[in-house]
């Protein structure tokens, strides 16, 4: 390589169709700069790739949605029925079905197509979540 080429990053070369990236040479940068380099997080992939910004985007919507499902239900079954005691045995209801569908779940994952069954199992989400919303809607909402 000669002075006059530009550096670049294996990394970006062994992504394939994505332009090469200059690598910036550690002796250029200061020490807060390498420090800061290493605490950030590596966005190009984001910039660089539509599919996974889509890919990213759906899981931070779908973890988005799951965290709040995972602190309005315990809530909402508290302030209906004032019993920490309910909120308790909801836990356990949900971590029942949570261990026994872990192994079908991978029995699954491995013989159908991996991307439909990740849609089927995000509709079924979100159908389930509709569902709640429109229980703690209604003027006596069910427990």
Request: glycine share 8%; hydrophobic share 50%.
């Amino acid at each position: 390589m000669s002075e006059d080429e530009p550096r670049v990053s294996h990394e970006a070369e062994r992504l394939g169709p994505a332009p090469p990236v200059p690598a910036v040479a550690t002796e250029d940068v200061g020490p807060l700069r390498r420090l800061v380099g290493l605490a950030t997080i590596d966005v190009g992939p984001l910039r660089r790739h539509r599919d996974y910004r889509l890919l990213f985007a759906g899981q931070a919507l779908s973890f988005f949605g799951a965290m709040l499902t995972y602190v309005a239900i315990p809530y909402q079954v508290y302030h209906l029925t004032g019993s920490s005691l309910a909120v308790g045995l909801l836990s356990l209801a949900a971590l029942i079905p949570l261990l026994v569908t872990a192994f079908i779940g991978g029995a699954l994952a491995d013989a159908v197509d991996r991307r439909r069954m990740l849609q089927f199992a995000e509709a079924g989400l979100g159908v389930a979540t509709a569902l709640l919303f429109f229980n703690s809607l209604l003027d006596e909402p069910k427990v």
